[in-house]
């Protein structure tokens, strides 16, 4: 769904099996890794002009969930992490930032299946995949805040009557858990999940298919994407498309092809932009 939250080092890995029960889950924010950002710079001197290549009126504006609206990768590496080194995935070792990073941010479950147990029945990796979602909601219902300047942008939206959809690769329980927690149940016009379209992202049939019921051209449309695979939808959609920064390298985020990257909601990169666009929306 376009900024980015700063986090810290990660604290020891918990061993306590009793942890999951509701009455720890209070304690969740004192054991959640905290996962270290990348290494991404925005420069406070940037280009007098960055303006977004979008043609005059800006209609609406699209954005991906996981590390967009919020820093939920965090909880999902957690869960994953547990769950993975319970079942002695890796030989028992814990799973890695970098590899989750690599082989499971962004992708949609389906996908991970494949991905995480080639060698398992579809049936079993889902059930494993369903459980660990049902980790990630009891975590993140606990936890969850919305990204640096999410609300400026959510007004600044509505104030200039755009339209607006969210559209992700998480399961549709998490995506609706996220979007109640961060009081935008009234904001989003419109909510699309990868896996209920013929194809999830990285392809552009999610971007696509809001479009279609939003009613407007990827010409009037821009995107807010933090993962590479969310990149490469939206791009392939024919919508510029703004990277958040958070979890991922700027120069990954870049050769995805977004357009500019921006560090959190704040960003006087956005808002340059934002700026520069405001004129021609009602053109």
């Not at 270290?36 to 001197?45: F, G, Y």
């Not at 969930?65 to 814990?94: K, V, W």
């Not at 969210?166 to 149940?185: C, D, F, Q």
Request: glycine share 6%; with cysteine.
């Amino acid at each position: 769904m376009s900024a980015l939250v700063s986090l810290c080092s990660v604290p020891s890995y918990v061993q306590n099996k009793q942890f999951y029960s509701t009455n720890n889950l209070s304690k969740i924010a004192t054991v959640v890794p905290q996962m270290s950002l990348s290494s991404s710079k925005t420069s406070n001197q940037h280009k007098s002009k960055c303006l977004l290549p979008v043609d005059a009126p800006l209609k609406a504006i699209l954005f991906d969930i996981d590390g967009t609206l919020c820093d939920s990768d965090p909880i999902h590496y957690y869960a994953f992490r547990e769950m993975l080194q319970e079942i002695g995935f890796n030989g028992g070792a814990p799973i890695s930032e970098e590899f989750f990073i690599k082989n499971i941010s962004g992708m949609h479950n389906d996908e991970l299946c494949h991905v995480l147990f080639p060698d398992w029945d579809f049936e079993r990796a889902n059930k494993f995949m369903d459980d660990k979602e049902g980790m990630f909601r009891r975590i993140a219902s606990e936890q969850l805040k919305p990204l640096d300047g999410l609300e400026e942008v959510c007004k600044w939206i509505e104030d200039h009557g755009l339209k607006r959809a969210a559209v992700t690769n998480a399961p549709r329980p998490n995506a609706e858990l996220i979007i109640s927690m961060l009081g935008l149940s009234d904001f989003f016009e419109l909510l699309i999940i990868g896996s209920e379209c013929e194809r999830a992202k990285p392809f552009p049939d999610p971007y696509l298919k809001a479009l279609q019921e939003l009613g407007v051209s990827p010409k009037h449309v821009f995107v807010f994407e933090d993962s590479i695979s969310g990149i490469k939808a939206g791009v392939a959609a024919g919508m510029p498309v703004v990277g958040l920064g958070l979890r991922n390298p700027e120069k990954l985020l870049s050769e995805a092809g977004a357009t500019f990257v921006i560090k959190d909601f704040n960003d006087s990169k956005l808002w340059t932009a934002l700026e520069e666009l405001e004129t021609e929306i009602h053109t």
